[in-house]
């Protein structure tokens, strides 16, 4: 029996037992860098790059606009929550190979024991797994790295850069979008805030110095998730208090998404009817997005947390340097207001698809929804078909979009899932890969039908190997 103390023994021997990458077959073609972009290099990105090189398919670049991989992603950056929201136990970056699983990471590092005591993951050790995942896969992510816009042209794209600060042009024929919430939109931040000064207010997908809240009064709008996570990190920095509005009469705490999550709704969501993937949408928006317990009691373990109900904010000016707002017929002042109100999805309103944003068929394009589910945050999703890539709006206006796949939360009303967490990789990611591997081989058919067909190819043997177990015929005796 082998003992050792290196704790990836066990994922390399893994990796040794599917055997070695495939080697590149996509022909190169003149002119162009890159067989695929991904455009996100975190967990998804990073997943992507190790499922399209384990299907052969090399020249395949991870960019990501965030200085080093410390600041790429949100999990050591804007995420603020305690433990991960999804189940620990659910398949995902793995693809299928347990000894890259977090559980396989964890356990060989703390335990079983401890892996069965802990309920959710934990954040930090969560992007410690992520790290080690892209380290030990060995995959390169090209940060500062920006994208700035997409240019289509005959059977590639320009890709306009900024590497570093400094303008690039790069060349490649498929792109991957998992550059998460803000991939396709945009953080939302509710009108009533955007007329106050920058200074006083701030959306969860900002950079939050939450110690110079120490000792101020501080409001936040939303009552979801990254809503009391912003909370609860405030209320531990020390602000003087904290309340939290939310435009609901309770806080949403049925999650809908989750009876669907049994293997026949979830891999065959992508096969239903408009109406009744657009019905899952709408019911979701009608119930809310729910806010682990965890996160609540986070908040209200602090006796200076105020929770307001049914308290939409009808005014806000600034005065002396403060909030004054209006919530209903109440006035409240504030040193400072944070928006944990979301993510709007919008491909039109992102400058890298300037070019072409006008092309891309949205919801509200292909479906209308009977008056009493009418949703224009939802009619603005890109309607995107089974391998997440975009459609053209009208037929043949764009056939390059078919082109470009987006691994991102614009797939939701598609999808049915917040795409890009951990619940779409294992459905999703074999997808899209399936999908790109299809289309770069058949755009090629001619050069793999001579390369199929071709004698070109030593032979495993000559004549000699049998030579002499050919049947020869005896010679009949007394015949000369």
Known sequence: MTITTDPDFGAREALRLIGPDPENWVPDRQGVDHNVTIVGGSGSGSTFAFALRRAGIGRVTVIDAADDEAHAGVWLNRARMNKLRTPKNLPGHELGIPALSFQSWYEVRHG???????DRIPRLLWAEYLSWYRQFLGIPVRYGTRLVRIEPTEGFFRLHLEVNGVPQVETTRKIIFANGVAGSGGPYVP??????????????????????????????????????DAAGVALESGAKAVHLFARRSAIASLPVNRVRGYPGAYYNYPELPDAARWFQAWRFLQVGSTPPADAIERAIAFPN???????????????AGRIVAQVNDDVFEFDFAIAGTGYFVDPTKRPELADFAQHIALW???????????????????????????QEKDPGSAPYLKDIHVFNPAGFVSFGLPIGDVPSIRRDVPAVV????????????????????SNNIAPDFDASLYAAAVWKQPAKAGVT
Request: charged share 20%; proline share 5%; aromatic share 12%.
């Open 305 to 319: 947390f105020h929770l307001h109900l049914s308290a939409n904010w009808r005014a806000a000016h600034e005065q």
């Open 434 to 453: 399936t999908r790109i591997s299809h289309d770069l081989f058949f755009a090629d058919w001619s050069l793999h039908e001579a390369r199929i067909t």
């Open 364 to 390: 509200r394009d292909r479906y209308e929804p009977p008056a009493n589910q009418r949703a224009d945050d939802l009619g603005t999703h890109p309607y995107l078909g089974n391998a997440h890539e975009y």
């Open 191 to 228: 009108p009533v805030l955007d007329r106050l000064p920058r200074k006083l207010y701030a959306h969860t997908a900002d950079a939050i110095d939450f110690a110079v809240l120490r000792g101020k009064t501080v409001a936040v709008l939303g009552a979801a998730a990254s809503a009391f």
């Open 112 to 118: 079983a024991e401890s892996y069965a005591a802990i």
